[in-house]
């Protein structure tokens, strides 16, 4: 049984373009949930999504980020026009339900030049 | 001992030791609290948890201790080994859903 798979590991981006982080939960699980950690720090959550729909973003910057997690395929996390401090490990995780343990996959890690 | 560095506090000890790791949460509607491991260039790794019902519970070579008074969590290691090695956090919960608050984490060195 695979679990929370991520990709692309690493991510090198210049300033101003797009970053698309994907996320594909443990199978079963239909919860998914995006946190962002900065060099030597805790997780922050951002968002927190079941199929097609967001259940919680209170923790996602009001702009130029977006996430989804469509009907099929993987959740994606989206940031455009990305700046030097979004540079950091981005983390997907996933339940089944939403009281139960939470499995973390290896991160996303974003460096904006 | 414990020394604090330039950002994350850092636990040293001698293999074979037990270690203590203590927390302290914001949030005293928490009632779910998780202790995860994190290896360099790896994802939080979950430990041990413990509801708010309880003070103490035990797993293997692990203890986590909650002590709602003063909203401090600990997490004992039992013969530290070389594999402990590894930033350590905790995690407090008081939503709906698997939204955690982390603390800032410890750095666990562990010398052979």
């Known amino acids: 049984n695979a679990g929370v798979m991520q990709n692309p590991r690493h991510l090198v981006r210049r300033r101003g373009q797009e970053a698309r982080l994907r996320c594909s939960p443990m199978?079963?699980?239909?919860?998914v949930y995006w946190y962002r950690q900065l060099p030597e720090e805790g997780l922050k959550f951002m968002v927190y999504?079941?199929?097609?729909?967001?259940?919680?973003e209170s923790g996602m910057p009001k702009e130029r980020f977006s996430a989804e997690f469509p009907k099929e395929g993987p959740s994606i996390l989206r940031i455009q026009q990305v700046v030097r401090g979004d540079s950091a490990a981005y983390f997907c995780a996933s339940d089944s339900t939403n009281t139960g343990e939470l499995f973390f996959g290896e991160g996303s890690r974003l460096t904006v030049l | 001992g414990e020394s604090v560095g330039l950002h994350l506090p850092t636990l040293s000890v001698q293999e074979g030791d037990n270690s203590i790791i203590n927390c302290a949460y914001s949030?005293?509607?928490?009632?779910?609290f998780i202790w995860y491991k994190q290896e360099s260039g790896k994802g939080p790794q979950f430990i041990i948890d413990?509801?708010?019902?309880?003070d103490k519970r035990q797993g293997q070579r692990v203890t986590v201790l909650l002590n709602k008074t003063v909203k401090h969590l600990s997490l004992q290691i039992a013969a530290t080994q070389p594999g402990d090695s590894a930033v350590y956090f905790c995690a407090e919960n008081g939503n709906a859903g698997n939204m955690l608050t982390f603390g800032g984490g410890t750095r666990l060195m562990v010398k052979p």
């Open positions: 199978k079963g699980h239909s919860h």
């Open positions: 999504l079941q199929k097609e729909n967001i259940i919680d």
């Open positions: 413990i509801r708010s019902n309880m």
């Open positions: 949030n005293s509607a928490s009632d779910y």
